[in-house]
Structures are given as C-alpha cells and as structure tokens.
C-alpha cells in the first residue's frame, strides 16, 4: 500500500477534460515537487510532467500538473485515444532519500 | 540520443542471487545519479535504490536493504545491481532511470528486464 494514494481507475470520452488526483503528506507532496508518468501497455514508464507543472519537451500542452498542500493533480485535456495508460505520480520522500510513487491511475478512454 | 539498456534479467530460486547490469549511453554518465526502480507483475512502480555520480552516495528501499547493493564503473559507463537472498517479491520487472534536476525527477529510463523468482 502505497503512501502516497491515486485512484486506481479513470476514464473519459474523446475531446473530454479527466482529472487524476494525487494525495501524500508532509514528508513527501507537502515538501517536495510532484512528477508524473506514464507508462503505456507494455512500455517503459516516461516523464511526463516534473516540478509539479513542467512538460518534458515533446508532451503535448493537453497535459498539465498542478499542486497544492499535500495533494497534487494531472489534468489531460482533449481526451484522445492514445491517451490510455497507467499514470504514476510520485514525489520525493524525505525519510527515504529516495522518491514514493502513488499506486497508479488507469486510464480508459471510452 | 540518451540510452539505458538493462540486461542479466531471468528465473532465479528463492535464496538466489542475481547481478543486473545497465548500460548508459548518450550523455555523460559519470555527472548523474542513477536509480533502480522495480515493477511487480500487474503492479505499480517502486523505488530500489539509487547512487549519485560519484558512488559516495547511495540509498536503498527498505524492502531490500542488506539484501541488495546498487554500484556504478563510470569508465564502462554502467549501473548494477547486486542482488542476493531473492525472494518471491522480488519478482518484476527491474528498470534503470536516470535522475535528474534540483527536483529530482526521472528523465530518462531503460526498457526493463524481467527477474522471476520461484523454485
């Protein structure tokens, strides 16, 4: 069970705006920047967005990340099709010197 | 073009050991931390270990600390991970990340290779 928590599943219609949502704590969300990724089937997992609101260059705008407190969004806007994957926040976790991952979100775009 | 390519991956018996290797290309690998991150079948990812550029850091998840250790050759530019005392969770597919930036964020990572444990 992870310490930081995402909902496990998410979905959408093409065109539509989906929201996945992000909740830690003080150690981790609440002190430190939030990045995301995605995986796609059978892939290696990919950045997404980092320092809570930055696109990789190459993502396209649709995606974009905000973070308030100890909670954290990714926000996909003009739902398309290649869009469904397995999104993963994660944040840097002071006790671990290392980063936690949230427990991943799946995406359907229906 | 930047490259992380893990290999040494395979079927191992509770109580085994195994080395993964990862090799890095197209940047300067001696400037970077490196990380092991691992993903169990039908799960999420989990952080492993990690080891700054120069070795003189590094860290371990609980779940495999004492059991595991993370090392770097910079002149072969290659990360590893030596792994003993394998257990059934150990069992995932394992990838190298490079880290990155003050924020320390995951920029770049490898395909992954499999490591299945079980007698």
């Keep these: 069970q992870s310490v930081v928590t995402q909902p496990p599943s998410a979905s959408g219609t093409p065109g539509q705006r989906v929201t996945i949502s992000c909740s830690g704590s003080s150690s981790n969300i609440g002190s430190n920047t939030v990045n995301w990724y995605q995986q ?29 407190g100890t909670s954290a969004s990714l926000a996909i806007s003009g739902l398309q099709s290649e869009d469904e994957a397995d999104y993963y926040c994660a944040a840097w976790e002071d ?8 427990g991943g979100t799946k995406l359907t775009v229906l | 073009e930047v490259q992380l390519v893990e290999s040494g991956g395979g079927l191992v018996k509770p109580g085994g050991s195994l080395r993964l290797s990862c090799a890095a290309s197209g940047f300067t690998f001696n400037t970077y931390t490196v990380n092991w991150v691992r ?15 120069r070795g003189n850091y590094i860290y371990y998840a609980d779940s495999v ?40 964020y995951f920029d770049y990572w490898g395909q992954g290779t499999l490591i299945t444990v079980s007698s």
């Design chain 1, 40 to 68: 796609l089937p059978g892939t290696a997992p990919k950045l997404l967005i980092y320092s809570n609101n930055q696109r990789p260059s190459g993502v396209p705008d649709r995606f974009s990340g905000s973070k308030s």
């Design chain 1, 95 to 102: 006790s671990l010197s290392g980063p936690v991952f949230g």
């Design chain 2, 39 to 53: 993903q169990a079948p039908g799960k999420g990812l989990e952080w492993v270990s990690s080891i700054s550029s």
């Design chain 2, 65 to 104: 600390k004492g059991r595991f250790s993370i090392s770097r050759d910079n002149a072969k530019n290659s990360l590893f991970l030596q792994m003993t005392s394998l257990r059934v969770e150990d069992t995932a597919v394992y990838y190298c990340a490079r880290q990155t930036g003050d924020d320390n």
